[in-house]
Nanobody, 125 residues
């Protein structure tokens, strides 16, 4: 499975960005997709995940109410709409694929089978 992420950039606090991640290859083996992020000097952390069947979503507490994850199964693409961005959201954002969105939210990086390349999100104050 190959994951291609895009959509990062520089935005002022309070602004919005939308990240996209297109999956290719044996996507049937990874029904869950999600996003993680890693700020300088910190560990990679879970942001949001979504299951292909049913579309149930999971979010980190720090982004609930501000970020929305969605997916287009026909395009094997997952999106992360980020609103009301804060400087603390500054990080490299990574697309991820695995077998369970719930597991991504609880077991975090251990539940990820495939990673995409990171895309930088910078929020200025």
């Amino acid at each position: 499975v190959q994951l291609q992420a895009s959509g990062g950039g520089l935005v002022q606090a309070g602004g919005s960005l939308r990240l996209s991640c297109a999956a290719s290859g044996r996507t049937f083996s990874t029904p869950a997709m999600g996003w993680f992020r890693q700020a300088p000097g910190k560990e990679r952390e879970f942001v949001a995940a979504i299951n292909k069947i049913g579309g149930r979503t999971y979010y980190a507490d720090s982004v609930k109410g501000r970020f929305t994850i969605s997916r287009d199964n026909a395009k094997n693409t997952v999106y992360l709409q980020m609103n009301s961005l804060k400087p603390d959201d500054t990080a490299v954002y990574y697309c991820a694929a695995g077998t369970s969105a719930q597991a991504m939210g609880t077991s975090s990086v251990m539940a990820v089978d495939y990673w995409g390349q990171g895309t930088q999100v910078t929020v200025s104050s």
